[in-house]
């Protein structure tokens, strides 16, 4: 349902009938993050004989400041191409019959929140787009990824404003359209993940809150050691409160939601509340332990609607064929 001028296909690895299907349906453009795949989509477009509108993914080796799981502008990581790789690609693009280069993209890395380390970025970007427009590759798109950070715990974070401000100041004397994927600035805050407490549990000194949910529900603190606000929902008041980890019932030691905070004395049923789930939460979500996923409800004009059910044993095991011997 979505206007077919408004997708673009990214990734490091495309499948031939995604590509396919992605030219049959005449999307704006195809991000290529390698020569390989440049001419994967070429032989593609050729034996469909259609042109295949393309950008390229840049990398321009800046240091995102975050962490290094989610770091994707820097050589080492598997993301985009170099200044001169993707100057080469733009060159073989601009003279094929089936490529026509029409954008230029970079994303330097997710959970941003300093400024400087993307309008350097941009700049590196924006120069080589002016280079490539004095040798008439004319790029119309400036795909600037997103990245743009949330606020967890007490990160400052960047202003829209100030953001647009300095993109736009990269861009002086170009005539392109920018364009922008803020997704987890968008819904990283809208979301929460709600689990219950099953007991308490002491080993010696340390204090274990178990719950429901688990690792498999939500990984970013195992996968990022990322911090999640945590709230704990009540019936009985508690004034006691001392330092727990709070925990879930999948077989991993990393299968926790935090570490060491001071929360009150829980009694089972009671709801904990995790914060700035609505980004990397349900779409990171697994079976890992044989368990069915969680529902989704979302609360709109102060009431609450179920927009995905919860998955069920049987959801499980749908795709599993039985051979007879």
Request: charged share 25%; aromatic share 8%.
């Amino acid at each position: 349902g979505v206007d077919k001028y408004k997708i673009i296909f990214s990734g490091v690895g495309k499948r031939d009938d995604e590509i396919k299907e992605a030219l049959t349906r005449d999307i704006l453009m195809i991000n290529l993050e390698s020569e390989a795949e440049m001419k994967r989509v070429e032989e593609i477009a050729s034996n469909l004989g259609i042109e295949a509108r393309i950008s390229i993914r840049v990398n321009p080796n800046i240091d995102p400041k975050t962490h290094p799981y989610i770091s994707t502008g820097l050589h080492e990581n598997k993301f985009g191409v170099d200044i001169d790789t993707a100057t080469r690609m733009y060159l073989q693009a601009k003279n094929s019959p089936h490529l026509n280069p029409i954008g230029i993209h970079f994303h330097i890395g997710s959970q941003l929140t300093e400024l400087e380390p993307i309008k350097e970025a941009s700049q590196i970007v924006a120069d080589l787009v002016r280079s490539l427009k004095a040798i008439n590759v004319d790029i119309k798109f400036f795909d600037v990824g997103g990245g743009l950070g949330i606020r967890y715990k007490d990160e400052e974070t960047i202003k829209p404003y100030d953001y647009a401000q300095a993109i736009l100041s990269t861009l002086s004397g170009l005539d392109v359209t920018i364009v922008c994927e803020p997704g987890r600035f968008l819904v990283g805050n809208g979301g929460w993940f709600v689990t219950k407490v099953l007991y308490e549990k002491v080993n010696g000194d340390k204090r274990f809150v178990i719950v429901d949910g688990a690792m498999n529900d939500l990984i970013r603190p195992s996968l990022y050691n990322a911090y999640h606000k945590i709230e704990v929902l009540s019936s009985v008041a508690n004034p006691e409160i001392s330092k727990a980890n709070i925990v879930g019932p999948v077989c991993e030691s990393g299968d926790f939601f935090a570490k060491d905070i001071e929360v009150p004395k829980t009694n089972p049923g009671d709801l904990v509340i995790i914060h700035s789930a609505g980004a990397y939460g349900f779409t990171m979500s697994s079976n890992y332990n044989t368990r069915p996923r969680a529902a989704e409800v979302a609360i709109e004009d102060g009431k609450d609607r179920l927009i995905r059910r919860r998955e069920t044993f049987e959801d499980l095991i749908a795709c599993e064929i039985d051979y007879m011997v």
